[in-house]
């Protein structure tokens, strides 16, 4: 059983955005980049917790609201699809691009709470980039977690995103395993072909000690949290993140209510305990 | 001490010398609250007008920030401005509705900034309400239609005068100002409740349960999805931020949406939570009756029925109140 983490904070106003730019941009599928963010002076522009959100705009166009995916010293890493207005123009811009970044926002993964678990780590398409905040943090204190599992897939090969990490970094990692299959594979596929739900069924988990981060389009939630239900995961031992559309970020816009929480600030994470008891309105 | 009625344009002059005073008046035809000194009739007597004053915390269109950007760079600089404000003549329903958008703006982790300079700067002088619309249903909503508790200054009306009660710091700034104005009396008006009665008790919880229920596949159909709902009430805050852009220069600014818009909630890439009417008006009413409730201990409806008097389509949240009551506990 784990519990989710809430707390949130804010000295400036939290609506007016700090001007940073984008020193880096690096192409992950045909319609996924990752943009290194840093603020003008060079420095992080803040420092969220993993599973947290930020604010992310391209001022006169449009803002909106994305996972950390990863952060440094000095920089904070958004991945982002290419699915939308703002997204379409974003994927245009160049290196040295100047950007409005806001947050963070939201609750974080249970990092506390999993300490000492084995945990199972689950992403679909761009759903990985949340997960990846708490992946990169398990390692940075690899100490304090178990056995790691890493489940991904996607689409088909071209659209597996953060291929140094699936093929390289994190298989090298101790105590580790990354399982990757795709929907439909290709002539240089040797790999797992299958969908993701299926593939963590076949892979046959064991729930004890266990706690699962799972996050992807929601048809893929849906059928994995069937999945590991079947194979003994209670509703408390799985965490995963919802979107909403969001403009505020804190709470206050309106729009992102599931029942009375807000997912920009009650959220993103949650577990599916939680869910349970949330309209399924999202 | 009590202000005669004879008396009340002198001491909005004098407030009017120090800040911008919104009174209840009739602008073209409109009952809203406008700034004293400008074009309209004074309407005391009305019980509440067609426009709430929420616009005096919360405008419309708000300026949060300008900007500059060019192909590369980027500039922001936040709008800070926010002038002295009294809002005479308010009712309790609309004070009630000042207390949720304080719980919203001003609690649960954030301040919103712009929301807050206001609120520092607005002084509230509610007036009790010495009769009650047909419409009216404040009193099952938790709300004292004779008394605004947690305005700044309470004014009891006793026939030809108002007998002033300063409550806080801003009030008694304003009892003394208006001390010249002011003659020594007591009294205490007749309380009056609303005819129509609609029975809360166990109502919030009771509807948390009914997410499912088959009460929402009726009365939907008739929405048009105006927003008249959303933007004459005095409680709604939902808002959308966008930019305005000039060239290279342009401002950010919030202004009000509404949960019965279907682009409220619709994502990019097109998946939309709430699809159709029915979620939306599930949403709009579970918002105001159980959700708020849950989240600030309040209910999100001041009973002023504004929405009920109208809603083009005569949808009425009193009657679906009746109606929930009616559905058997476990329904």
């Known amino acids: 059983m784990v519990e989710i983490e809430r707390e949130c904070s804010c000295e400036k106003n939290p609506l007016v955005p700090q001007v940073c730019q984008i020193v880096e941009i690096t192409d992950e599928t045909p319609d996924i980049k990752t943009f290194k963010v840093k603020t003008m002076e060079g420095t992080k522009p803040f420092a969220p917790k993993p599973g947290q959100l930020g604010m992310f705009s391209l001022i006169g166009i449009g803002e909106g609201m994305f996972s950390i995916t990863a952060q440094g010293e000095d920089y904070l890493d958004f991945a982002i699809k290419k699915i939308g207005m703002l997204t379409d123009a974003l994927h245009e811009v160049k290196p040295g691009k100047q950007i409005g970044l806001r947050g963070p926002y939201g609750n974080t993964f249970p990092t506390e709470g999993c300490k000492g678990k084995n945990m199972l780590f689950i992403g679909g398409g761009i759903g990985l980039a949340p997960v990846r905040s708490f992946i990169r943090y398990a390692f940075e204190n690899r100490k304090d977690y178990g056995k790691i599992d890493i489940v991904y897939g996607s689409r088909t090969p071209a659209d597996l995103c953060f291929k140094d990490d699936l093929f390289k970094n994190w298989p090298a990692m101790p105590d580790t395993e990354v399982h990757v299959t795709v929907d439909k594979g290709d002539e240089n ?86 869910l349970a008891d949330l309209p399924a309105e999202y | ?39 309209g009739k004074l309407a005391l007597d009305i019980v509440n007008t067609l426009l709430p004053p929420k616009d005096a915390l919360f405008p419309q269109t708000e300026k949060m920030y300008k900007y500059k950007v060019s192909a590369e760079t980027a500039e922001v600089k936040e709008i800070t401005d926010s002038d002295k404000q009294v809002v005479f003549g308010l009712r309790s329903c609309d004070m009630h509705s000042i207390d949720c958008m304080d719980a919203v703006f001003l609690t649960k982790g954030y301040v ?49 005068a108002y007998v002033v009660e300063a409550r806080t710091e801003k009030g008694k700034a304003v009892e003394a100002l208006w001390q010249p104005l002011l003659e020594a009396g007591e009294g205490t008006a007749t309380p009056i409740s609303c005819e129509l009665k609609l029975d809360m008790a166990g109502l919030p919880a009771k509807l948390r349960g ?21 933007y004459i009430c005095p409680t709604c805050y939902c808002f959308d931020i966008n930019a305005e852009n000039h060239g290279q220069e342009g401002v950010q600014f919030r202004c009000w949406d509404s949960c019965m818009f279907s682009e409220y909630t619709r994502m990019a890439g097109g998946h939309n ?51 929930v009551k009616e559905v058997p506990v476990n329904g």
């Open chain 2, 210 to 230: 009914m997410f499912e229920s088959d009460i929402w596949d009726d009365g939907y159909q008739a929405c048009i999805g105006c927003g008249t709902c959303t």
């Open chain 2, 273 to 323: 939570p709430r699809p159709s009417k029915k979620e939306r008006l599930r949403n709009r009413f579970m918002h105001k009756l159980a959700y708020f409730d849950e989240r600030y201990n309040k209910n999100l409806c001041a009973g002023c029925g504004r929405c009920v008097v109208n809603c083009p389509v005569n949808i009425d949240i009193t009657r679906f109140i009746e109606k």
């Open chain 2, 1 to 39: 001490m009590k202000l005669s009625k004879s008396k009340v344009n002198q001491a909005l002059d004098m407030l009017a010398k120090e800040a911008t005073v919104l009174v209840p008046m009739i602008v073209d035809g409109v009952s809203k609250f406008a700034p004293w000194g400008t074009e």
């Open chain 2, 112 to 160: 919103d900034n712009f929301y807050s300079r206001k609120r520092e700067n607005l002084t509230t002088i509610a007036i009790n309400c010495t009769k009650s619309n047909p419409t009216c249903f404040c009193d099952s909503m938790g709300v004292d239609p004779n008394n605004a508790a947690s305005a700044d200054m309470q004014l009891i009306d006793i026939g030809d």
């Open chain 1, 189 to 274: 596929w040797n790999g797992h072909v299958g969908f993701v739900p299926a593939f963590v069924e076949e892979l046959n988990f064991s729930p004890a000690d266990t706690i699962v981060v799972l996050c992807g389009p929601p048809i893929m939630i849906k059928y994995c949290a069937q999945s590991l239900k079947k194979m003994g995961f209670a509703d408390d031992q799985v965490v995963t993140t919802l979107e909403m559309r969001m403009k505020c970020g804190i709470g206050k816009c309106g729009r992102c209510n599931i029942g009375s929480k807000y997912v920009c600030l009650d959220g993103p994470v949650f577990t599916m305990a939680e």
